[in-house]
C-alpha cells in the first residue's frame, strides 16, 4: 500500500496576495478558504456575495487533493482523475464548468472519454446488428446506448427515430 501523504500537494491556507483575506482567486469566482479546510467548496463571487447558482459542495480526500493542485496550478494527471468515483468526477466536473478554469489548466474530461467509450461501444453494437448478430441483449444494449446518446443529444431525435423505426421494420 502507497503513502498517499506524499502525493498530495500543501495545502494553501493563506491568500499569499491578501492574507487577511479568508477568500482566493479560484477562476471566475472566490473560493473559501476557511470552508475548504472543512472539506467543503463554497464559491463567492469578486464582490463576495454567494454565487447563487452554485450550491457548495462536500469534498472528499481525493478531490479536495485535486482542487489544492489546481489552486497552487499543478496539472491533474488523468490517472488522478481515473482514480475518483463517478460521483467524485462529476464534483470536479461541476468544479470546473462553474469556474472556468479548463481555460487555464489541464484537466482530462472525464465526460468526454466516458462518451467516447459509449460512442465506441454503440459502433462495435451497430457494426455487430448490420452483420447479422441479434441476440436480445446485444440488441437491449444498443437500444439503451441509442437512447442515451439522444438524451446526451449526440444524436438528434429524428435520427434516433429513423432507426428505430429501421429496426421495427428488420424485425429487431
Known sequence: ??????????????NKL???????????????LKQLQKNRFMLRTKKRNPV???????????TKAIVQKLLQDI???????????EDERNIINQVVEKT??????KIPNTKKTQLEKDLNKFNVLRGSIISGNDSTELLKDFRRLLLHLTNENYISKKECNEVLMEMLKLNI
Not at 6 to 11: D, F, G, I
Open 75 to 85: 496539472e491533474v494527471t488523468f490517472e488522478e482523475i481515473d482514480a475518483l468515483s
Open 18 to 32: 491578501e492574507p487577511m483575506s479568508e477568500y482566493i482567486t479560484f477562476g471566475k469566482y472566490l473560493l473559501s
Open 100 to 105: 472556468e478554469i479548463n481555460t487555464r489548466l
Open 52 to 62: 447563487l447558482s452554485f450550491k457548495t459542495i462536500t469534498l472528499t480526500k481525493k
Open 1 to 14: 500500500m502507497t503513502d498517499d501523504h506524499e502525493e498530495q500537494p500543501k495545502m494553501i491556507l493563506v
